[in-house]
Every structure is written in C-alpha cells, then in structure tokens.
C-alpha cells in the first residue's frame, strides 16, 4: 500500500531485560532533583572540602619534596613534628588516610543534607498521588522500582562523595610527582569509594524505608533529621551522662585506696580505660557510620603510628584525644546491618505489587 | 428569586441581606472558630502522628531511666540539666514546633482541603490565629506531659536525701517541675508562632527551619555576643536561671558546680547578678510579645493571601 | 444528535444578576488566566464551559474568594467577593479536586463543615441529616471517607455545599468520575436545587451532561469570553458554520435535488447506509417551514427530521476549534 497507518502502531519487538530498568527511573528521580536549586547549591559546596584536601595532599607531596616552596610553611606550622618534617615519606599513608578520614567526615554531613532534599520526596510522593500503580502495572517488580529510587540516592551521593574524593586523588597524584604514591595509597581510594558505598546502602534504603511509612515528605524530612541530629544528641548526652560517672567512680576509687595516689584522681586514664567498651555513641547514627569509615580506612593505626612522635607519657592522652571511639567497630557494623534488615523489612511491607495493592 | 428589582431596590436588598447576615454571622462566627479549632486538635491527634510524637516525646523520660540505670552515680540534678535543659529545649521542642507550625497552613494545602475552609464565612486572618492556637495547644500539651514524664523518671525514688521531694536548693520537686514546663511551654509557643510565620513567607520552611534551629539556637545561642539576643533559647535559658538553681555536686560531693552559667556561656564570676543580662520581666516579654508580632504578622499575610489550585502560581 | 427539548427552569424574568464579573483579568506572572472579562451569571442554572486552561477554575475561584481578581471587580449578590467571609454563608461550592479528611466519617465531614459555616449545634445536626439525605448518603455516612467509592464521594462534596443552604451554588466539575447512576442522582440534584430558586453555576468540559442539565451556557477559551446565553441563540449566531438538518427519507436522492434548489441550501450530502440527506443550510427556520409541503409532495414522505449540530457540542467544536 503507497498509504501508510500513521496512528498508534504496537510494538512487536523483544523488551530489554530486568538487567537495566530500574535505571529508568533512577535517571527520571535524578533530573527532578537536580531541577532542586538548594541541592544543587549543596552539591557545590560540597566540592569545597575536596578542594582542600586536594590543597592539603598536594602540599605534602610538595613537603616530601623538601620544596623550597613550603619551607616558610612548616615553620608556620608548629604542630608539624620535626621527626614528621625530617621524613614525610615515611608517614605519606597516615598524613593520607587522615587526610581522607577527615575529608569524609565532613562529607559524611554533607551527604545527610544531600539526602535530607532528595530522599522523603522518593516514595511518599508516589504514595501520595497514586503512581504505584503506573509503576507495577509495566512490567516492572518491586526491586527494579527500589533499586531505581536508591539509584537517586546512589547517584547524587556520587557526586558528592565518590567523585570530590577521586578528584582529590588525582590531583594529589599530580603534584607528588612519585608514582608510588599510587602503590601506597589506591587502597585508601579503594576504601573511600567502599565506604561511600556503605553510607549509600544503609542511609539510602534508610531513607527509603521513612519515605514509604507516609504521603507527607516533611514528616519524612522531620524524621530523617531526627535519626541524624536527634541520634546525635542522645548519644552526646548518654556520653555526658557516663563521663561524670566516671569521674565519681574514679573518684570514690582513689579515696578508697589509700596510697601514693590518694586524693589524686586520674580521670583521664578512668575515661581511657572506659572507651574501649563505651556503647553509648552507638545510638548515634552518623557514629555508627563513622566508626566503620574509621575502620575501613584505617585511621586507628595511622593515629597509633603518629603517637609515636609523641613522649611515652603523653601518647595515651593523644591517642584518647584524637582516635574518637574505641569501641569494637563490628559493634558498629551490627547496627548498620540491623538499621538495613529493618529498612528492608519496611519496604517489603509497605509497598505492594500491583495485585495486591489496595 | 423571580422578582424584577430596580437598583435602588436591589441596594435595599443587599442592605437588609448584610444586616441579617452580620447578625447571624457575629454569633455563629465563635461557633465557626471553635469548630475550626476542634478540627485542628483532631488533625494533630488522628493517625499514627502523636504517636510518633509521643516517642520522641518519650526519649528524654526513657534515657533518664537509661541513665539511672548505666550510670548511677551521676547526681539527679545534672541528669535533669542534660535531659531537661539541654536536650529537651535544643533538639526535641524546636523540631516539634516545626513539624505542627510548620504545617498550619501547608498541610491543608498540600491535602488540598484549606478549599473547605476558605469558603467559610471565617476571616484568613481568624483562620490562621485560631489554628495557631490549637498548635499551642498541643504543643504545650506535649511539652508539659513529657516533661512531667522526665520529672518523674528523674527523681523518682530517690528517697535519700537531698532530694526527698526537694533538691539541694530546698526547692519543691513538682514545683521545679512546674515552672520548668512553664518555661518551656513559653519557649515552644514562641518557635510556634515564628515558625508559623517562616511557613507563610517560605516554601521551603523545612529546610529554612533546620538551618534555623541547628545555626542560629544552636551555634549562635551559645556565644557570648549580641547575637544570641535574637535567639528563643538566650531569653528562656535566662528566665530558667533566675527563677531556678543548677547547682550539681562534683565527685566526692564536696563542692558543688553552677553547671548551667558554664554551659550556657553566663559569665557570673565578673556578673553575679547577671545585671548585663536581660531581667526576668523583660524576657518574658520579650518572648511574649515577639510571638504575638510573628502570630499577627503571619495573618496578616495570610489575609492578602491566594491559595491556588490547579492555577500556576506567581513566578 | 437528536434535537432535544431540554425540560429546564424556566429563564427567569427579573434581570438581577447572581454573579458579575466587570472587565476582570488574572494573570499569574506572565501567563494570562483570565483576559478582560464581563459576564452577568443570572439566576437558574448556568453551564460554565471550556476545553481545559479556559480559564473555568480561575473563574470559579474568584467568584468564591479564594482568588484575587488582578484588575476589574467580582460581585456575588451584589458584593465584593475578595475578603469578604460573610459572603461566604450564602455561597457553597463543591470543589474539583478529590480532596477530603479522609478519616473522618461522611456524617463527620458534612456536620463540621455545618459547624465551619457558623450553623448553633442543633441546627448543624440537623442540616447535616437532611442534607446527607438530599444526597442519598444515609446509609454510608457512618464510615470513614477513605472507603468511599468515587460517586459516594462526590455526593459527600455536593453534601458540604449545601449544607448551610447557601442560595449560590458553584459545582466544578460536579459528575467527574461518577458512574451513570450517580451521575443521574446529582444531575437530579442540580435540578432540584434549582427548582427550589437556588442558582447553580456548573462548570463542566463534559458537554452533554451540561446539556441535559441546562441551555444557559457561559463558553471560555483561553481566558476569554467567547459566547453567552441559550444554546439556539449562540448557534444561530453562528454564521461561519451552516446548520446541519439530516432528513430520513426513502427517495432522499430526489429530496436532493429539491432541496438543491433553494437559495439558503448551501450543500447537500447523501447518507446511504442511513437513507437519508444531510442538507447545510443558513436559515434553519426557513428551511424547516418548507418542510411540511415538501414532505406531502409524492414519494417524499419524510420520515425523520434532526440537526446534528443544534446542540452544544457544536457550538463549542465550532467557536473553540476556530
């Protein structure tokens, strides 16, 4: 026929498979966020603690090249031991990996401000204006519809994690000017992008899970914010609460041992003694989140190796100041990993396949 | 209606219609008014929402039981300082008051049934005033029965002295614990009505009222620059401080910590009368009369406001 | 479409206007709502009509006060609508958007809404029980508006606005969703409120249903007005568009070339499958006094005569499809 149909023609080819489509709607939820102003002002200042530490890397490498341009600086920096200033080399993977575990811990802020706008619109604006059903009636099964919605997540998480940290490697690369920086320190890289990955697992299907109990995003945003900052708080003031405890059992202690230390309190050594199976800032959620980061990229030992500059009688003090909890980290871990069974459990219940919908 | 008027006759109409509606609307208006406030206490009451109010609400009676427990050495006063005056009044009042002021208007508007209520013969301005009301209402409400809560599970049970019924300061335990929810239902009512005012001014109340809470009560309240005169936290840590003690034992109990001047930046070596200070008067007033600006404000925006419905709003 | 004999209220005689908009336009930012606008709604039922974006919901809104006109004046009952509340006792409006307090029973909502409208407790029960069933919602007032289907909840909608017997009624979009026998109960509804001397204003795009209730019409398109009045008037006015007149007959070729030969015949079609003729003509009224001689000449008994356009569906493909 020289007259072709120009309506509706159905299609006759083979559908992709399951492999991919959960991709269409994590590309969908990332062009709506980004239509988000104060994201993406979020999104940009989030590039600026990759800028320093880009700046910070950069400036050891120059300081293992024993430049004369950094020389003023590390007078200018009496925190810089001499025995640090005399072989940087030999401390290149600690000034790293703190570098890192403080970058990420800055990060770590920002991605809960980061999910914080895009996460409670997720699943509670489908509820909300009855999209399920435009969702479940393609054929699509409820884990391409949350692996979609944590792929938002995962995506802008990306953008402020993942790839600020890989930039600032690179550029901390480049102006070593040692390759072997790269043998030294891509598993630090490694462990930073693992990480990141852990944070988008747990606080994305976290958020996921609040976003699907209610229609209303505010209350989501309400409750996100009060598993972060209330969490937070409560792990602050349960800490409080435990250190003057320590203080009066390390008080009575010492009056009730009469010796050369009577009336002598060392509280410090009571606190030391005490954070090792100190469980209270495990009800903090960014805690939990940081005590794994700690582990994962190794900031324990790197502490413990800079103690070493320290004299003998101070570095269970400077070990206690600057290493943060000392807690078991699988402690940790089983929180993250009981919060994520939990988020699950919630999804798998409060959103229903289409035959099964209301 | 079938009947052929002239203007004048239909300016009489209109006339006698406005004096019977006027007479009928002055005494329904209460009964409108109070319909709308009964409504707004069952929208915070229904579902599963002042349940997970109640939780959170919860949290400070269950952490001083926690404590009691974990750590019980740690004298009641300074638990009831951690739990009653830091983490009451920075973390759980400001987000409470957030979450229903900020809702006053939004919710009905995003539920789309504000249409049910602004075609009532009930002024926007009485609209939003009445509904702010009922927020205080369960705010208070929240406020006062979860910190009696606290109360309770501070002090209950500790027989010995001090604190049998009284602490160091010889002051009444229920009584301390009356005044505190006073002041803290002051507090709650004034981040009700400037929240209730940042909602109608911004969309994005939640983000505005986060940075709000965590910046300004939170970083900037605990300086000790003029700054914190613009602060809800400043005039109610104030008026907590001069009409309550805070005095907590250290260990050994053999002197006793002004932990509150400490943690609240009150310098009261150099200023023992706090004579720099705000005086009690003037900050209740202060809070009292800045709730009734943002609360009258915030009608008055609400009265010149359009509330549109499948219209594009104003770019 | 058969010519239908709408069995209507009849228009009533006084001139006193419901509603009065004068020169009135809306714009929201750069975009235009409504485009200097003048319109007298008078009382009895009126069909408020337009494709979607006409402008019919920034209309409703302004008459109902939830909307400030940008320019010109909007006046119900000879009253400035805009922060004007006390108007609002005498106004009901059933609103568009599927929007309630869904956990409240049928009886809960219309009884607080009773109450919102400033009715003394007593009073409020008992317009709440009668209105419930004006509605026919008796027997499901008892349970949450969560469960309702879609007609029971429109009923419950058209309930709230009539439960202060305000003497206007706007209903926007009254019958969307609503199954035919919901449809036909609101449609009686409409109708009886009108019988009983309330003004209803109906906006509506479905237009036989608006047809059936009502010929006053009031047409938007794009913000403007484009036609007011009966159906018949705004049909005869146009002119760019000739009548359509079907004739059923059995020799309908020879009724062709008859009908051919009168000047306000502008074209004729054959409708074989129907044994009928489609004859365009400019004067319909003319055209339908020949009628009778014509059809007594022999073999052209006419066996059925209707227009398909003399109804509103035309009226607006012709003015809003220009």
């Given amino acids: 026929m020289p007259i072709f149909d120009q309506g509706y023609q159905h299609w006759s080819g083979t559908l992709s498979g399951h492999a991919w489509r959960w991709l269409a709607i994590a590309r969908r939820g990332v062009r709506v966020g980004l239509t988000n102003r104060l994201l993406r002002v979020v999104m940009l200042v989030a590039w600026m603690p990759a800028i320093a530490l880009a700046f910070v890397l950069c400036l050891w490498g120059l300081i293992e090249q024993k430049s004369e341009l950094v020389a003023p600086l590390a007078q200018m920096l009496p925190f810089l031991v001499p025995d640090l200033l005399a072989d940087p080399r030999a401390f290149r993977v600690e000034i790293w990996t703190l570098c890192f575990s403080y970058f990420m811990w800055i990060e770590l802020y920002f991605s809960m401000v980061v999910i914080l706008l895009v996460g409670p619109n997720l699943i509670s604006q489908d509820l909300r204006y009855n999209a399920l059903p435009l969702y479940f009636s393609r054929p699509l099964r409820r884990i391409d519809y949350f692996l979609g919605k944590l792929g938002v997540i995962a995506a802008f998480l990306a953008m402020v994690i993942v790839v600020p940290s890989l930039t600032a490697y690179v550029l901390g690369l480049l102006f070593s000017l040692d390759l072997s920086i790269v043998r030294d320190t891509f598993g630090l890289l490694m462990a930073s992008i693992a990480y990141g990955l852990v944070i988008t697992l747990s606080a994305g299907l976290l958020v996921l899970a609040l976003s699907s109990l209610s229609r209303n995003s505010r209350y989501i945003a309400l409750f996100w914010l009060a598993i972060w900052f209330v969490s937070s708080v409560v792990a602050a003031t349960l800490d409080s609460a435990n250190q003057q405890q320590q203080r009066h059992q390390a008080w009575q202690a010492s009056h009730q041992r009469p010796g050369p230390n009577f009336g002598g309190v060392d509280y410090v050594q009571a606190e030391i003694d005490a954070a090792k199976t100190n469980w209270r800032p495990l009800v903090s959620y960014t805690g939990n989140l940081s005590r794994v980061g700690q582990e994962m990229l190794g900031t324990d030992a790197s502490w413990e190796k800079l103690s070493q500059l320290a004299p003998p009688s101070q570095r269970a003090q400077f070990l206690f100041v600057y290493m943060g909890p000392q807690y078991p980290w699988y402690w940790s871990a089983a929180v993250l990993i009981g919060l994520f069974g939990l988020s699950a459990c919630i999804l798998k219940w409060s959103i229903k396949s289409l035959d099964r919908l209301k | 209606m079938t009947s052929v008027s002239s203007q004048a006759s239909i300016d009489q109409t209109s006339r006698e219609n406005d004096a019977v509606a006027h007479r009928a609307t002055r005494g329904s208006l209460v009964a409108a008014l109070w319909t709308l406030y009964v409504l707004t206490l069952r929208q915070h009451l229904h579902g599963k929402r002042w349940m997970v109010m109640g939780l959170l609400f919860l949290l400070p009676a269950g952490l001083a039981v926690l404590m009691r427990v974990t750590s019980p050495d740690v004298p009641a006063p300074a638990l009831e300082f951690f739990l009653v005056w830091i983490f009451i009044p920075q973390a759980l009042l400001p987000l409470v008051a957030l979450l229903y002021a900020s809702g006053i208007i939004q919710d009905e508007q995003e539920e789309q049934t504000i249409t049910y209520l602004l075609v009532r013969p009930i002024p926007k301005w009485a609209l939003y005033l009445v509904k702010l009301l009922a927020t205080f209402t369960t705010t208070v409400i929240l406020t006062a029965i979860f910190t009696g809560l606290t109360f309770a599970a501070i002090y209950f049970g500790e027989n010995a002295p001090p604190y049998g019924g009284q602490n160091l300061a010889g002051e009444s335990i229920p009584l301390r614990s009356l005044k505190t929810i006073a002041i803290q239902a002051l507090a709650v009512i004034s981040y009700c009505s400037l929240f209730g005012l940042m909602s109608l001014v911004t969309k994005r109340i939640l983000v505005v009222g986060i940075l709000y809470i965590a910046v300004v009560e939170g970083v900037l309240a605990n300086f000790p620059f003029g700054i914190r005169l613009v602060t809800v936290i400043y005039y109610s840590r104030l008026v907590a401080y001069r009409t309550l003690t805070f005095m907590v034992p250290t260990p050994g109990g053999g002197t006793m910590q002004d932990v509150a001047a400490e943690a609240w930046q009150l310098d009261v070596r150099a200023d023992p009368g706090l004579l720099e200070h705000p005086q009690f008067g003037m900050c209740i007033k202060v809070l009292l009369t800045s709730s009734a600006v943002c609360a009258i404000v915030a009608a008055w925006i609400c009265s010149r406001r359009e509330f549109h419905f499948k219209t594009p709003e104003k770019d | ?322």
């Avoid at chain 3, 029980?129 to 008892?142: A, C, D, F, L």
């Fill in chain 3, 1 to 322: 479409m058969h010519l239908e004999v709408v069995n209507q209220v009849a228009r009533p005689v006084e001139v006193t206007p419901i509603v009065v908009f004068h020169e009135v336009s809306k714009w929201y930012g750069n975009v235009i709502g409504i485009n200097k606008l003048t319109l007298q709604i008078r009382a009895g039922v009126t069909g408020l009509l337009g494709p979607n974006g006409a402008g019919k919901s920034t209309l409703l809104q302004m008459a109902t006060g939830q909307l400030r006109q940008s320019q010109g004046s909007v006046r119900v009952l000879n009253r400035q609508v805009w922060n004007n509340p006390a108007l609002n006792r005498f106004i009901g409006l059933c609103p568009e958007q599927d929007a309630f307090y869904e956990w409240m029973t049928g009886w809960d909502f219309v009884h607080t809404c009773a109450r919102l409208s400033g009715l003394r407790r007593g009073e409020a029960r008992d317009a709440a029980k009668r209105t419930i069933e004006s509605v026919g919602m008796t027997k499901n007032q008892g349970r949450a508006i969560r469960g309702y289907s879609k007609g029971m909840r429109q009923r419950i909608k058209m309930a709230q606005a009539l439960v202060h017997n305000p003497e206007v009624l706007f209903l926007d979009e009254p019958l969307t969703g609503t199954d035919p026998l919901a449809r036909r109960d609101l449609m009686d509804i409409i109708q009886r409120l009108a019988g009983e001397g309330k003004s209803v204003v109906v906006s509506s795009h479905v237009l036989h249903e608006v047809q059936s209730l009502t010929p006053n019409i009031v047409l938007l398109n794009h913000g403007r007005l484009v036609a007011e009045g009966h159906v018949r008037d705004i049909r005869n006015l146009i002119d760019k568009h000739p009548h359509h007149i079907v004739l059923v007959c059995d020799d309908y070729r020879k009724l062709a070339g008859r009908a051919l030969a009168w000047d306000d015949v502008e074209g004729v079609r054959v409708l074989a499958d129907q044994s009928a003729l489609m004859v365009e003509t400019r004067s319909p009224d003319d055209f339908y006094g020949r009628l009778p001689a014509l059809s007594l000449e022999d073999g052209m008994a006419i066996k059925a005569v209707y227009s398909d356009d003399d109804n509103l569906e035309a009226v607006f493909k012709y003015l809003v499809n220009k």
